[in-house]
C-alpha cells in the first residue's frame, strides 16, 4: 500500500489524475466509504462516497462557489480510462 499512501500525500496538495484515482478505486477496500458528509473537513481531505447512498454529499458545512443566479456551478465528470491488463 505504499503506493496509495504517496497518492494520498498527493492529494492534499493537489488534484489527482485519472490514474491515481483508478487505483484508489481498485483499491476501495481498503478505505471505508463515508456514511455522510463531513461537516467543515479541513483542505486537503479526501473522502470517498458512494453516490447511490449519499446524494447530497455537498452538504458539508463549505460555502461552495455557485453562479450568479444562486444556482451551484456544475462539477466535471470524467470518465476514467483504465489500462486492459
Not at 478505486?25 to 461537516?39: D, G, Q, S, V
Not at 462516497?49 to 454529499?57: A, E, G, H, T
Amino acid at each position: 500500500m505504499g503506493n496509495i499512501e504517496q497518492i494520498l500525500l498527493e492529494a492534499q496538495h493537489r488534484w489527482l489524475r485519472p490514474a491515481e484515482i483508478c487505483e484508489i478505486l481498485r483499491n476501495y477496500t481498503k478505505f471505508r466509504i463515508a456514511p455522510e458528509p463531513p461537516n467543515r473537513p479541513p483542505s486537503g481531505s479526501l473522502f470517498l462516497f458512494d453516490r447511490k447512498v449519499l446524494r447530497y454529499f455537498r452538504k458539508d458545512g463549505h460555502n461552495w462557489r455557485k453562479k450568479k443566479d444562486g444556482k451551484t456551478v456544475k462539477e466535471a465528470h470524467e470518465r476514467l480510462k483504465a489500462s486492459s491488463q
